[in-house]
């Protein structure tokens, strides 16, 4: 069979106008915000979450980073994700408690002993089936819920030994009941403001303590505007990474495990970070002339009992506990 050139240019030319109809796989972005600076466990573990998601999917998922706030805080990361941008982000478990209650006890206070803890319920048949009701009744999607972010102390400008010392302290906390109801019944006035705007609101008094972990007080610079630390440790902060649906469906299948398998497993890391870099973080802390100290967690403890019946998570206690084995 002989072609000529004529016969040739006319092939081409199907062949491109066969191409041009069929549909091209084009990659997914998905746009992941923390309110957290770049070099925190968790900002750590974004970079590598993406670098790791776009080798492991050939680029047919790519992950953006912003840190810093720069998509907003965390409710307006979560809000934009459910009206569908690609957008997702890392937050507290207990945001989440307005569309499915039970996500609350991630969040209850001494509830948690151990990282291992908190990693092995959040990968329980239990916990899963909470993120697919979540799904369901917010459009937002869980992918994993192993960032651990660590232990919450109190942060104040007098000593605190009990939660008396705590009265009439305006401390900012995270806008979710279950922390709210904890510092109230620490002894302190619970004060929800964005993260973004504690290190200001404690330079001007506009609130007298804050609550946080030890990467995040170093990294926000608050021992500039704190002189004490009081190891309370009274909420594991662990965290979740979670995107809004419509992005996450636009997603393959085979894609999407691979994404939740890296992410599980990249939480592992950046939360292997927290408890390396926290225990630095303190000391430097206390380097900076702020006065880190320990104090008995029994009054703390005997006193936050109460939240648990308050917000009706007796219930999911027993299930961690049943969880757990203890």
């Not at 998601?53 to 992950?63: L, S």
């Not at 109801?181 to 804050?210: C, F, H, K, N, S």
């Not at 704190?226 to 902060?237: E, R």
């Not at 000391?283 to 009706?312: I, M, T």
């Amino acid at each position: 069979m002989k072609f000529t050139a004529k016969t040739l240019g006319i092939c081409a030319v199907l062949a491109g106008a066969l191409a041009a109809g069929m549909p091209v796989t084009a990659a997914t972005t998905l746009r992941i915000g923390t309110v957290l600076a770049p070099n925190d466990p968790m900002g750590q573990g974004l970079e590598k979450f993406k670098l790791d998601v776009e080798k492991a999917t050939n680029g047919d998922v790519i992950i953006e980073v912003f840190h810093n706030s720069q998509l907003g805080d965390t409710t307006e990361m979560i809000d934009q994700a459910r009206a569908g941008a690609g957008i997702g982000t890392v937050t507290d478990v207990a945001r989440l408690s307005s569309f499915v209650p039970s996500l609350a006890i991630m969040s209850a206070p001494f509830l948690f002993d151990t990282y291992e803890q908190a990693d092995k319920f959040a990968l329980s048949d239990e916990y899963i089936a909470w993120g697919d009701e979540l799904r369901e009744k917010s459009g937002l999607v869980m992918i994993a819920s192993n960032w651990y972010q660590g232990a919450r102390h109190a942060l104040t400008q007098k000593p605190v030994k009990s939660p008396a010392d705590l009265a009439g302290v305006r401390m900012r906390t995270i806008g979710a009941p279950v922390w709210i109801e904890t510092i109230r019944a620490m002894g302190a006035e619970p004060t929800p403001i964005a993260w973004g705007e504690v290190y200001t609101a404690l330079q001007l008094g506009t609130i007298d303590g804050a609550e946080a972990q030890p990467t995040a007080i170093w990294n926000a610079k608050l021992y500039e505007v704190i002189k004490n630390v009081t190891k309370t440790g009274h909420i594991q902060l662990v965290t979740a990474l979670v995107v809004g649906a419509e992005a996450w469906d636009e997603i393959s299948p085979e894609n999407q495990k691979i994404v939740r398998d890296l992410a599980v497993e990249d939480g592992r890391y950046a939360s292997q970070l927290t408890i390396e870099l926290g225990e630095k973080a303190l000391e430097d802390v206390a380097a900076s002339g702020v006065e880190v100290s320990e104090v008995d967690l029994a009054p703390f403890k005997e006193a936050v009992k109460p939240v648990y019946k308050q917000l009706d998570l007796e219930a999911e206690a027993a299930i961690v506990n049943k969880v757990l084995g203890r």
